[in-house]
């Protein structure tokens, strides 16, 4: 697996991390600890982007804190998951894999321009 995309994945589970700290947090190394998931998320969403396209990058991020916060609020904080909400993120999933279609397309055009 690309290094790249170890780095997408590092910083959407640090996105979940912190989002879940938000919910539970009550003491003052809590936060502490949220901070630093805060941090390093970023970091690694920086690490990300400097290798795969910005767009695709953010998408994923973007989709799995708003898919993994909707199924997190399902599973650990007892909410319900209507079908509207469910439409929603297929289509979330939906936007995110069409991003990573049409960026796959621009790199095989360039590759091809460049010989």
Not at 69 to 88: C, Y
Request: glycine residues 8%; hydrophobic residues 55%; aromatic residues 14%.
């Amino acid at each position: 697996m690309n290094k790249a995309w170890v780095y997408v994945i590092l910083t959407s589970l640090s996105e979940l991390v912190w989002i879940y700290g938000f919910n539970t947090a009550s003491a003052w190394w809590h936060w502490m600890l949220i901070i630093i998931f805060l941090v390093c998320d970023l970091h690694f969403l920086a690490k990300a982007c400097e290798t795969l396209p910005t767009g695709t990058v953010y998408a994923i991020f973007a989709a799995t804190g708003t898919v993994g916060t909707a199924v997190m609020d399902v599973f650990m904080f007892d909410q319900s998951l209507g079908l509207g909400k469910l439409g929603f993120i297929v289509l979330i999933i939906a936007g995110v894999i069409g991003l990573k279609l049409t960026d796959d397309k621009k790199d095989e055009e360039q590759s091809k321009g460049a010989v």
